[in-house]
């Protein structure tokens, strides 16, 4: 196991990083998990009876009027220090940084990710994007206030949340493009992710497999733990911060 000053170091000196993001990084901009969404008058609905492919062929304007919710929600909140330094690691890190993210609320990109130099992908979709259902081109949606539900592409087409559903598979493209990065990688970064959720689980394995080292971020312990060089007990922001010696 690696020290603090170890780990500042290894990631200071690395020329790739790999970075993949979870909910525990969203929760600082308030935005809650996938579950803890459900309040209200969604309480009544499992997460499950709402994002699957079943779900929305039995009743495309109910998932709708549920992701317009959580669209609006997302639109309303900030990005907080972990995005924001994630952002400054890219510029530091240019073409030799890959970031990867469970999340699907813009938070990274509305940071500056994917603008500094090196790569982001959203593994799961995003709720600010629709998909064609005919031609599956992906669209930005217009701001919440403005968004008619169901959305039509501009052939006309009835479009569906850009979401990775239960019983979905990731895009290929996108889970090659992380599985390479983070094989490659020097050092790749765990942070707020619980570990529990594959294939993006699996992607620190790549990065030891390929000689590199990892580190997770969490505020407790994870199911990929015990496999880390380095674990620090913290929240994403201020985990960042120690690791990066800012501030």
Same mark, same amino acid.
């Given at each position: @196991? ?11 000196? $690395?020329?790739?990083? $790999? /970075? ?19 309040? *209200? ?23 709708? =009027? ?17 995005? &924001? ?8 890190? *240019?073409?030799? !940084?890959? +970031? ?6 813009? +938070?990274?990109?509305?940071? *500056?990710?994917? @603008?500094?130099?090196? =790569? @982001? ?11 064609? %259902?005919?031609?599956? %081109?992906? !669209? ?27 019983? %979905?598979? +990731?895009?290929?493209?996108?889970? %090659?493009?992380?599985?390479?990065? !983070?094989?490659?990688?020097? /050092? ?19 990065? =030891? /497999? ?9 505020? $407790?312990? &994870?199911?990929? &733990?015990? =496999? @880390? ?5 913290? +929240? ?12």
């Amino acid at each position: @196991m690696l020290t603090l000053d170890q780990a500042r170091a290894a990631l200071a000196s $690395a020329r790739r990083v $790999a /970075v993949l993001t979870g909910a525990g990084v969203s929760a600082e901009s308030g935005i809650p998990t996938f579950r803890d969404a459900q309040t *209200g008058h969604w309480a009544r609905f499992r997460p499950e009876d709402l994002a699957s492919p079943d779900a929305y062929h039995r009743d495309p304007d109910l998932v709708w =009027q549920w992701y317009a919710g959580r669209y609006a929600d997302v639109t309303r909140a900030q990005p907080n220090g972990a995005h &924001t330094l994630l952002a400054q690691l890219e510029r530091e890190k *240019g073409a030799g !940084f890959f +970031l990867a993210t469970q999340n699907v609320d813009g +938070l990274h990109a509305r940071a *500056g990710s994917g @603008m500094g130099g090196g =790569q @982001m992908v959203e593994l799961h979709g995003s709720l600010a994007s629709a998909r064609d %259902e005919v031609t599956g %081109e992906v !669209f930005a949606l217009p701001a919440p206030a403005d968004l008619v539900t169901p959305p039509r592409s501009p052939a006309g087409n009835r479009m569906r949340p850009h979401i990775v559903w239960f019983g %979905e598979y +990731l895009a290929p493209a996108d889970l %090659e493009a992380a599985q390479a990065a !983070f094989y490659e990688a020097d /050092v790749a970064l765990i942070l707020g992710t619980s570990g529990l959720v594959y294939p993006a689980a699996g992607l620190a394995r790549h990065t =030891q /497999v390929g000689g590199g080292l990892v580190i997770e971020i969490n505020t $407790a312990d &994870t199911e990929l &733990t015990s =496999q @880390m060089d380095f674990s620090l007990r913290d +929240l994403a922001s201020s985990g960042l911060a120690r690791l990066m010696r800012v501030g």
